[in-house]
């Protein structure tokens, strides 16, 4: 392996309006080597990225390739020169095919031009062989579940043979076999000599895959570190944060309250078996399962996103029954949902407008005026108790870090009073700093009364912040237990397929 740098970042800057996301990023990286990228959300690790991809222009700096100064006025020009990134929010169109997916914008054709299918479906089949997937190349991208839709991501990616592959937050939505087949593939490009930058909020994933790491913080390089013998989890977190970080989780215990929500016997879309369960006022419910387990159906279908099948619901002692959100939102139940890409935000509204949408029509006059004023009022409120990194309440929530957006989304339905909160992958692609902001405002909902289900694939996280652990499997529940009698042992037993 050469020991000189094959990729150089010299003097990188880079200015949106009133926000310097980079700032004089200098460093390298070797091939045939994984370099981690890690720092809080808006430390400028995606930026950065989106700048060796040609989807920024930087305003100062330069990029140097194998000893040549390059300069990308666009992706074309990116991918041309053999990079590719697989950011964390999935850049595929749902209505085209896996092969479609894979191929689009080198779509093998024949010599009168038309797409040759019988060869784009060979080619499609060895990529998802080559990473081990087994999803029908045939098959619509809207049919894939989120893990599956990562993997051909993945694949769309290899099969522009890039000499720089960067993946952000890739296992953000995979399983536990995926994500190991995922390390394979790493390994796999490691050996064959390829630049591999790995940007990840999972420590862990950090150590295991990673030769050398480079930490941002405030858009500013911290250091970097060429051997990972030399740091070690505490250092990471210093450099990335500013400051010691003992326990993110930093649980409190805190009075239970009376019966919130009974669910009896409920049915519906991705539930196998009826499902039952109580949530207290007070209570943060943690519902665990692997990739599949039917817990995020089960929050929309009591949020109303999707339509119950059978079953009763008590809300506050009384018969309730969603069809539909509106009147989900209107009894006081909130919804963070897992794809914040998909089903949270409004990309190209302000923050100030997606804080605002649920609460717009409460406070409108006679339902059509909006009410600006309380509207900026309440935007500028939820940004501060927040602390929502934004250069103002009029920024698009597109440009965004995803940790911010989370947070700007939990300010939409603090805006107005919650008695119940549906909390699906609640940190999802968050660093560590804004995990423990998260943990911190889901305790004081809590202890205002608000009762909590955190649905999450993160065992420690389950572990950290709940009081009452359920496990799911295979579309129902297979199990409970309290927070003293919960341990990793315990809950990957009850979550993982039991065998013949």
Not at 204 to 220: L, M, S
Not at 311 to 336: C, E, F, M
């Amino acid at each position: 392996m050469q020991t000189s740098d094959y990729l150089k970042f010299e003097g990188i800057g880079k200015v949106f309006p009133g926000v310097k996301a980079l700032d004089n990023i200098t460093f390298g990286a070797k091939e045939g080597s994984v370099h981690g990228l890690i720092g809080e959300n808006g430390a400028g690790k995606s930026t950065l990225l989106k700048i060796l991809s040609g989807a920024h222009q930087p305003n100062s700096g330069k990029i140097i390739i194998n000893g040549i100064d390059v300069k990308f006025a666009n992706a074309s020009a990116a991918i041309a020169a053999g990079v590719a990134v697989i950011y964390q929010e999935l850049q595929l169109v749902p209505e085209l095919t896996v092969a479609e997916n894979i191929f689009l914008g080198h779509l093998p054709a024949n010599n009168l031009g038309w797409v040759n299918k019988k060869e784009l479906l060979k080619k499609a089949m060895f990529e998802l062989e080559r990473i081990g997937e087994k999803i029908s190349p045939n098959t619509r991208l809207i049919k894939l579940s989120i893990a599956q839709r990562q993997m051909v991501e993945i694949a769309k990616a290899l099969s522009k043979g890039a000499q720089i592959i960067a993946f952000d937050e890739p296992t953000s939505s995979l399983s536990e076999k995926e994500t190991q087949q995922l390390f394979k593939i790493i390994a796999d490009l490691k050996s064959q000599g390829k630049v591999v930058f790995y940007v990840s909020h999972r420590m862990e994933e950090i150590f295991k895959v990673c030769d050398a790491v480079t930490v941002f913080r405030d858009g500013q390089h911290v250091r970097t570190e060429y051997n990972m013998n030399n740091v070690d989890n505490d250092s990471l977190v210093k450099w990335m944060v500013g400051r010691e970080l003992n326990d993110i989780y930093n649980y409190r215990s805190r009075q239970i309250g009376a019966e919130l929500i009974n669910v009896q016997n409920l049915t519906g879309p991705g539930i196998s078996s009826p499902i039952s369960f109580k949530v207290n006022k007070n209570e943060i419910i943690g519902f665990f399962g692997l990739v599949g387990a039917g817990r995020t159906e089960l929050m929309r279908v009591i949020f109303g996103a999707e339509k119950s099948t059978g079953g009763d619901i008590t809300l506050n002692g009384k018969r309730y029954h969603s069809s539909r959100p509106s009147q989900a939102i209107k009894n006081r139940i909130a919804y963070v949902p897992e794809d914040r890409k998909q089903d949270g935000i409004l990309p190209i509204a302000t923050v100030e407008e997606n804080i605002n949408v649920t609460s717009r029509p409460i406070h409108s006059s006679g339902r059509f005026w909006i009410n600006n004023k309380w509207e900026h009022k309440n935007a500028l409120e939820q940004i501060k108790s927040l602390r929502v990194k934004t250069p103002s309440a009029k920024q698009l929530m597109k440009n965004l870090s995803g940790g911010n957006q989370q947070k700007a989304i939990l300010g939409r339905w603090l805006s107005e009073k919650v008695d119940l909160l549906l909390f699906d992958e609640p940190t999802r692609g968050i660093d560590v700093g804004a995990k423990s902001e998260i943990y911190d405002i889901t305790y004081k909902l809590a202890e205002e009364g608000t009762g909590i289900i955190v649905v999450s694939s993160d065992l420690p996280e389950i572990l950290g912040i709940c009081d009452r652990i359920i496990v799911m499997r295979e579309g129902k529940i297979s199990g409970e237990l309290t927070r003293e009698k919960a341990s990793p042992a315990a809950i990957l037993k009850l979550a993982l397929p039991v065998e013949d």
